[in-house]
Protein backbone atom coordinates (compact mmCIF):
# COMPACT_ATOMS: atom_id res chain seq x y z
CA UNK A 1 0.00 0.00 0.00
CA UNK A 2 1.43 3.45 -0.95
CA UNK A 3 1.75 5.86 1.81
CA UNK A 4 -0.51 9.82 1.40
CA UNK A 5 1.07 11.93 3.86
CA UNK A 6 -1.69 14.77 4.44
CA UNK A 7 -0.45 16.64 7.47
CA UNK A 8 1.72 19.12 6.54
CA UNK A 9 0.46 21.99 8.38
CA UNK A 10 1.35 19.75 11.64
CA UNK A 11 4.68 19.30 10.13
CA UNK A 12 5.87 19.05 6.83
CA UNK A 13 7.11 15.88 5.08
CA UNK A 14 9.30 14.77 3.50
CA UNK A 15 11.81 17.55 4.02
CA UNK A 16 13.49 19.96 1.41
CA UNK A 17 16.29 17.66 -0.60
CA UNK A 18 19.39 18.21 1.44
CA UNK A 19 18.26 18.79 4.89
CA UNK A 20 18.82 15.32 6.54
CA UNK A 21 22.49 15.93 5.26
CA UNK A 22 23.17 19.19 6.53
CA UNK A 23 21.40 18.47 9.70
CA UNK A 24 23.55 15.67 10.11
CA UNK A 25 26.92 16.97 9.31
CA UNK A 26 25.97 19.88 11.76
CA UNK A 27 25.41 17.48 14.48
CA UNK A 28 29.14 16.02 13.37
CA UNK A 29 30.89 19.24 13.04
CA UNK A 30 32.76 20.90 15.70
CA UNK A 31 31.65 23.74 18.08
CA UNK A 32 33.31 26.16 16.33
CA UNK A 33 31.44 25.97 13.31
CA UNK A 34 28.16 27.04 15.25
CA UNK A 35 28.62 30.55 14.52
CA UNK A 36 29.03 30.40 10.62
CA UNK A 37 25.59 27.70 10.24
CA UNK A 38 23.26 29.89 12.67
CA UNK A 39 24.32 33.07 10.24
CA UNK A 40 23.44 31.39 7.02
CA UNK A 41 20.27 30.42 8.60
CA UNK A 42 19.71 34.19 9.38
CA UNK A 43 20.74 34.94 6.21
CA UNK A 44 18.41 33.05 4.46
CA UNK A 45 15.41 34.19 6.31
CA UNK A 46 16.42 37.61 5.36
CA UNK A 47 16.48 37.02 2.07
CA UNK A 48 13.06 34.81 2.23
CA UNK A 49 11.39 37.34 3.58
CA UNK A 50 12.65 40.36 2.54
CA UNK A 51 14.24 41.97 5.69
CA UNK A 52 15.95 45.27 4.85
CA UNK A 53 17.14 45.06 8.51
CA UNK A 54 18.98 41.77 9.25
CA UNK A 55 19.92 43.21 13.19
CA UNK A 56 15.94 42.93 13.81
CA UNK A 57 15.65 38.97 13.35
CA UNK A 58 16.15 36.51 15.92
CA UNK A 59 16.28 32.99 15.46
CA UNK A 60 14.54 30.98 18.08
CA UNK A 61 13.56 27.85 19.35
CA UNK A 62 9.92 27.55 18.06
CA UNK A 63 7.38 29.77 16.52
CA UNK A 64 5.93 29.23 20.14
CA UNK A 65 9.02 31.09 22.01
CA UNK A 66 9.32 33.61 19.44
CA UNK A 67 5.45 34.64 20.39
CA UNK A 68 5.73 34.04 24.22
CA UNK A 69 9.25 36.29 24.39
CA UNK A 70 7.60 39.25 22.01
CA UNK A 71 4.44 39.66 23.40
CA UNK A 72 5.96 39.50 27.10
CA UNK A 73 8.56 42.37 25.73
CA UNK A 74 5.72 44.74 24.42
CA UNK A 75 5.12 47.92 26.54
CA UNK A 76 1.26 47.14 27.32
CA UNK A 77 -0.74 48.31 30.36
CA UNK A 78 -3.74 47.71 31.55
CA UNK A 79 -6.86 48.79 29.47
CA UNK A 80 -4.57 48.37 26.37
CA UNK A 81 -6.69 47.24 23.98
CA UNK A 82 -5.29 43.26 22.23
CA UNK A 83 -7.35 42.71 19.25
CA UNK A 84 -6.94 38.93 17.24
CA UNK A 85 -8.82 36.93 15.03
CA UNK A 86 -11.29 34.28 16.36
CA UNK A 87 -9.00 31.88 14.66
CA UNK A 88 -5.66 31.66 16.80
CA UNK A 89 -3.49 29.15 17.73
CA UNK A 90 -3.22 28.86 21.59
CA UNK A 91 0.52 29.29 20.57
CA UNK A 92 -0.90 33.15 20.28
CA UNK A 93 -3.93 33.16 22.25
CA UNK A 94 -2.32 31.79 25.87
CA UNK A 95 0.16 34.70 25.95
CA UNK A 96 -2.36 37.36 25.37
CA UNK A 97 -4.29 35.85 27.87
CA UNK A 98 -1.91 35.70 30.13
CA UNK A 99 -1.33 39.87 29.70
CA UNK A 100 -4.76 40.08 30.46
CA UNK A 101 -4.21 38.21 33.92
CA UNK A 102 -1.11 40.15 34.86
CA UNK A 103 -1.06 43.57 33.54
CA UNK A 104 -5.43 43.80 32.97
CA UNK A 105 -4.93 44.03 29.50
CA UNK A 106 -8.14 43.69 27.32
CA UNK A 107 -8.25 40.82 24.37
CA UNK A 108 -10.89 41.19 21.94
CA UNK A 109 -11.88 39.19 19.10
CA UNK A 110 -13.03 40.19 15.61
CA UNK A 111 -15.71 37.86 14.99
CA UNK A 112 -15.72 35.04 12.75
CA UNK A 113 -17.98 33.43 9.99
CA UNK A 114 -17.47 31.42 7.24
CA UNK A 115 -15.84 33.51 3.91
CA UNK A 116 -15.12 35.91 6.91
CA UNK A 117 -12.40 35.03 8.84
CA UNK A 118 -11.53 38.53 9.82
CA UNK A 119 -14.53 41.32 10.33
CA UNK A 120 -12.77 44.43 9.35
CA UNK A 121 -15.84 46.49 10.11
CA UNK A 122 -15.77 45.07 13.34
CA UNK A 123 -11.52 46.30 13.93
CA UNK A 124 -12.67 49.51 12.22
CA UNK A 125 -15.51 50.44 14.94
CA UNK A 126 -12.89 49.58 18.03
CA UNK A 127 -9.81 51.29 16.34
CA UNK A 128 -12.14 54.30 16.74
CA UNK A 129 -11.92 53.91 20.23
CA UNK A 130 -8.18 54.67 20.90
CA UNK A 131 -7.31 51.99 23.11
CA UNK A 132 -6.06 49.85 20.85
CA UNK A 133 -2.83 48.60 21.25
CA UNK A 134 -1.69 45.58 19.64
CA UNK A 135 -3.43 43.51 16.37
CA UNK A 136 -2.34 40.27 16.66
CA UNK A 137 -3.66 37.20 13.56
CA UNK A 138 -2.68 34.54 11.89
CA UNK A 139 -1.97 34.70 8.37
CA UNK A 140 -4.30 31.54 7.96
CA UNK A 141 -6.22 29.40 10.32
CA UNK A 142 -4.53 26.40 11.24
CA UNK A 143 -7.78 24.60 11.13
CA UNK A 144 -10.00 26.09 8.18
CA UNK A 145 -6.62 26.89 5.89
CA UNK A 146 -8.32 30.31 5.36
CA UNK A 147 -6.32 33.38 4.79
CA UNK A 148 -6.74 36.14 7.14
CA UNK A 149 -7.07 39.80 5.05
CA UNK A 150 -3.85 40.48 6.23
CA UNK A 151 -2.95 43.51 3.82
CA UNK A 152 -5.84 45.19 4.46
CA UNK A 153 -5.70 44.43 8.50
CA UNK A 154 -2.42 46.14 7.94
CA UNK A 155 -3.83 49.22 6.23
CA UNK A 156 -6.53 49.57 8.72
CA UNK A 157 -4.32 49.53 12.18
CA UNK A 158 -1.83 51.65 10.25
CA UNK A 159 -4.60 54.61 9.44
CA UNK A 160 -4.88 54.52 13.25
CA UNK A 161 -0.99 54.27 14.33
CA UNK A 162 -1.33 50.51 15.69
CA UNK A 163 1.16 47.82 15.19
CA UNK A 164 0.54 44.39 13.89
CA UNK A 165 1.78 41.14 14.63
CA UNK A 166 2.15 38.69 12.17
CA UNK A 167 1.83 34.79 13.26
CA UNK A 168 3.19 33.15 9.90
CA UNK A 169 3.50 29.71 11.06
CA UNK A 170 1.12 28.50 8.47
CA UNK A 171 1.77 30.82 5.83
CA UNK A 172 5.90 31.59 5.78
CA UNK A 173 6.87 28.83 2.76
CA UNK A 174 3.67 28.33 1.77
CA UNK A 175 2.68 32.23 0.60
CA UNK A 176 5.11 34.61 -0.37
CA UNK A 177 5.64 36.90 2.12
CA UNK A 178 7.86 40.44 1.57
CA UNK A 179 8.09 42.61 4.52
CA UNK A 180 9.07 45.55 2.65
CA UNK A 181 5.93 45.89 1.22
CA UNK A 182 3.51 44.18 3.50
CA UNK A 183 2.10 46.77 6.35
CA UNK A 184 2.78 44.44 9.50
CA UNK A 185 5.45 45.48 12.00
CA UNK A 186 6.57 42.29 13.39
CA UNK A 187 6.13 38.49 12.22
CA UNK A 188 7.24 35.41 13.91
CA UNK A 189 7.70 32.11 12.05
CA UNK A 190 8.02 28.22 12.53
CA UNK A 191 10.96 26.59 10.38
CA UNK A 192 8.98 22.97 10.16
CA UNK A 193 5.89 23.59 8.04
CA UNK A 194 5.93 25.78 5.17
CA UNK A 195 10.12 26.24 5.00
CA UNK A 196 10.34 22.47 4.75
CA UNK A 197 13.32 22.29 7.38
CA UNK A 198 13.34 20.72 10.54
CA UNK A 199 11.64 21.20 13.88
CA UNK A 200 13.57 23.71 16.66
CA UNK A 201 13.77 26.40 15.55
CA UNK A 202 11.46 29.34 14.62
CA UNK A 203 11.98 33.04 14.64
CA UNK A 204 10.91 36.41 15.00
CA UNK A 205 11.41 39.84 12.76
CA UNK A 206 10.39 43.36 14.89
CA UNK A 207 10.34 46.65 12.31
CA UNK A 208 12.84 49.45 13.72
CA UNK A 209 9.93 51.59 15.05
CA UNK A 210 8.65 49.19 17.54
CA UNK A 211 9.34 49.89 21.30
CA UNK A 212 10.17 46.94 23.44
CA UNK A 213 10.14 47.20 27.33
CA UNK A 214 12.85 44.85 28.38
CA UNK A 215 16.44 46.61 29.03
CA UNK A 216 18.59 43.44 27.62
CA UNK A 217 22.47 42.75 27.94
CA UNK A 218 23.73 41.54 24.63
CA UNK A 219 25.97 39.00 24.92
CA UNK A 220 27.90 39.34 21.83
CA UNK A 221 30.39 40.62 23.22
CA UNK A 222 33.98 40.28 20.63
CA UNK A 223 34.62 37.41 18.56
CA UNK A 224 34.50 33.57 20.03
CA UNK A 225 38.17 32.94 18.11
CA UNK A 226 40.51 35.41 19.26
CA UNK A 227 37.96 38.17 20.56
CA UNK A 228 38.14 40.20 23.35
CA UNK A 229 37.12 38.58 26.51
CA UNK A 230 33.99 39.30 28.53
CA UNK A 231 35.49 40.70 31.54
CA UNK A 232 37.41 43.09 29.58
CA UNK A 233 35.07 44.61 27.70
CA UNK A 234 31.63 46.41 29.24
CA UNK A 235 28.55 44.47 28.23
CA UNK A 236 26.29 46.25 25.91
CA UNK A 237 22.39 47.25 26.27
CA UNK A 238 19.88 46.95 23.73
CA UNK A 239 16.07 47.62 23.31
CA UNK A 240 16.04 44.19 21.13
CA UNK A 241 16.44 40.39 22.32
CA UNK A 242 19.21 38.59 21.62
CA UNK A 243 19.73 35.07 21.53
CA UNK A 244 20.69 35.48 25.32
CA UNK A 245 16.84 36.07 25.48
CA UNK A 246 16.33 32.56 24.01
CA UNK A 247 18.84 30.06 25.14
CA UNK A 248 21.29 28.10 22.99
CA UNK A 249 19.86 27.87 19.03
CA UNK A 250 19.33 24.88 17.68
CA UNK A 251 22.45 24.64 15.34
CA UNK A 252 21.74 21.18 13.19
CA UNK A 253 18.15 22.70 12.62
CA UNK A 254 19.25 25.91 11.53
CA UNK A 255 21.44 24.47 8.87
CA UNK A 256 18.19 22.60 7.56
CA UNK A 257 16.67 25.47 7.75
CA UNK A 258 20.04 27.32 5.54
CA UNK A 259 19.85 24.11 3.20
CA UNK A 260 15.69 24.34 2.57
CA UNK A 261 15.66 28.19 2.00
CA UNK A 262 18.34 27.18 -0.48
CA UNK A 263 16.94 24.64 -2.55
CA UNK A 264 13.59 27.01 -2.42
CA UNK A 265 15.47 29.55 -4.01
CA UNK A 266 15.73 26.89 -7.04
CA UNK A 267 11.93 26.36 -7.75
CA UNK A 268 8.71 28.10 -8.38
CA UNK A 269 8.32 30.63 -6.17
CA UNK A 270 5.01 29.86 -5.24
CA UNK A 271 5.99 25.72 -4.29
CA UNK A 272 2.51 25.52 -2.16
CA UNK A 273 0.19 26.17 -5.71
CA UNK A 274 -0.61 23.08 -6.78
CA UNK A 275 -0.95 21.64 -2.86
CA UNK A 276 -3.50 24.32 -2.74
CA UNK A 277 -5.30 23.17 -5.85
CA UNK A 278 -5.20 19.72 -4.63
CA UNK A 279 -6.94 21.01 -1.37
CA UNK A 280 -9.30 22.60 -3.25
CA UNK A 281 -10.70 19.93 -5.33
CA UNK A 282 -10.75 17.75 -1.92
CA UNK A 283 -12.70 20.83 -0.32
CA UNK A 284 -15.20 20.65 -3.31
CA UNK A 285 -15.62 16.66 -3.12
CA UNK A 286 -16.22 16.44 0.36
CA UNK A 287 -18.90 18.97 -0.06
CA UNK A 288 -20.44 16.62 -2.42
CA UNK A 289 -20.76 14.13 -0.48
CA UNK A 290 -23.60 12.93 2.39
CA UNK A 291 -23.02 13.21 6.01
CA UNK A 292 -19.78 15.20 6.06
CA UNK A 293 -19.74 18.61 7.43
CA UNK A 294 -16.75 21.17 5.70
CA UNK A 295 -15.09 24.09 7.14
CA UNK A 296 -14.12 27.23 6.24
CA UNK A 297 -16.19 29.91 3.83
CA UNK A 298 -16.31 28.27 0.24
CA UNK A 299 -15.16 31.48 -1.88
CA UNK A 300 -12.36 31.98 0.56
CA UNK A 301 -8.72 31.84 0.07
CA UNK A 302 -7.08 29.03 1.56
CA UNK A 303 -3.79 27.39 2.14
CA UNK A 304 -3.86 23.42 1.69
CA UNK A 305 -5.15 22.85 4.19
CA UNK A 306 -8.83 21.32 4.36
CA UNK A 307 -10.77 20.20 7.90
CA UNK A 308 -14.10 18.73 8.19
CA UNK A 309 -15.84 15.98 10.11
CA UNK A 310 -18.00 12.42 9.10
CA UNK A 311 -21.10 11.89 10.36
CA UNK A 312 -20.49 8.70 12.86
CA UNK A 313 -16.73 8.62 12.82
CA UNK A 314 -15.33 9.61 16.12
CA UNK A 315 -12.31 11.92 15.89
CA UNK A 316 -10.84 8.80 18.59
CA UNK A 317 -10.98 6.45 15.74
CA UNK A 318 -10.88 8.58 12.53
CA UNK A 319 -6.66 8.59 12.20
CA UNK A 320 -6.90 4.77 12.59
CA UNK A 321 -9.56 4.26 10.08
CA UNK A 322 -7.26 6.51 7.44
CA UNK A 323 -4.13 4.56 8.41
CA UNK A 324 -5.47 1.46 7.88
CA UNK A 325 -5.90 2.90 4.07
CA UNK A 326 -2.22 4.30 4.25
CA UNK A 327 -3.40 8.28 4.97
CA UNK A 328 -1.78 9.94 7.48
CA UNK A 329 -3.82 12.70 8.58
CA UNK A 330 -5.04 14.64 11.47
CA UNK A 331 -8.36 14.54 13.68
CA UNK A 332 -8.35 16.65 17.08
CA UNK A 333 -8.22 20.15 18.62
CA UNK A 334 -4.94 21.04 16.36
CA UNK A 335 -3.88 23.39 19.60
CA UNK A 336 -6.35 26.05 18.65
CA UNK A 337 -9.43 25.62 20.87
CA UNK A 338 -10.56 28.69 20.30
CA UNK A 339 -10.80 28.51 16.82
CA UNK A 340 -12.72 25.24 17.25
CA UNK A 341 -15.44 27.24 19.25
CA UNK A 342 -15.95 29.67 16.17
CA UNK A 343 -16.29 27.30 13.82
CA UNK A 344 -18.70 25.58 15.54
CA UNK A 345 -16.91 22.00 15.88
CA UNK A 346 -15.33 22.50 19.82
CA UNK A 347 -14.21 19.13 20.10
CA UNK A 348 -12.19 19.37 16.82
CA UNK A 349 -12.64 18.38 13.27
CA UNK A 350 -10.22 15.99 11.00
CA UNK A 351 -7.60 18.07 8.81
CA UNK A 352 -6.09 17.02 5.81
CA UNK A 353 -3.26 19.20 4.37
CA UNK A 354 -1.46 19.21 1.52
CA UNK A 355 2.33 20.09 0.85
CA UNK A 356 4.14 20.20 -2.57
CA UNK A 357 5.20 16.57 -2.83
CA UNK A 358 1.56 15.31 -2.73
CA UNK A 359 -0.07 13.86 -6.30
CA UNK A 360 -3.70 14.54 -8.16
CA UNK A 361 -4.10 10.62 -6.84
CA UNK A 362 -4.08 11.60 -3.17
CA UNK A 363 -7.45 13.64 -3.71
CA UNK A 364 -9.27 10.79 -4.88
CA UNK A 365 -7.47 8.42 -2.05
CA UNK A 366 -8.70 10.51 0.58
CA UNK A 367 -11.93 11.18 -0.97
CA UNK A 368 -13.00 7.13 -1.11
CA UNK A 369 -11.69 7.19 2.47
CA UNK A 370 -14.12 9.50 3.73
CA UNK A 371 -16.64 7.73 1.50
CA UNK A 372 -15.81 4.23 2.92
CA UNK A 373 -15.97 5.68 6.46
CA UNK A 374 -19.35 7.51 5.76
CA UNK A 375 -20.91 4.15 4.32
CA UNK A 376 -19.06 1.94 6.75
CA UNK A 377 -21.07 4.13 9.43
Not at 202 to 210: C, D, E, M, N, Q
Not at 264 to 291: F, M, N, V
Request: charged share 20%.
Amino acid sequence: MESIYANNAGTSWPKAPGVIDATSAALAAPPGASRQMLQAAHDEVCLALGIAQPERLLLTGSCTAALALLLGDLPLQAGDIVLTSALEHHALVRPVQQLTLTRGVVHELAPYAPGAPFDLDFARRLLRSGRVRLIAVSGASNVTGELLPVTEIGQLARDHGVPVLLDAAQTMGVLPIDLRTLPIDMLVFAAHKGPLAPHGIGGLWAAPHVELQSPVAVCEIGRVDGGPSADRQAPRCASFPSDCDVGSINVAASAGLATALRWRHTQDADLYREARTLAERLRRALRDQPGVRVFGGEETPHTAAVSFLVDGLPLARAEAHFAERGITLRAGQHCAPLALQAIGAPDGTLRVSFGPFNRDSDVEAIAVAVKDAARRE
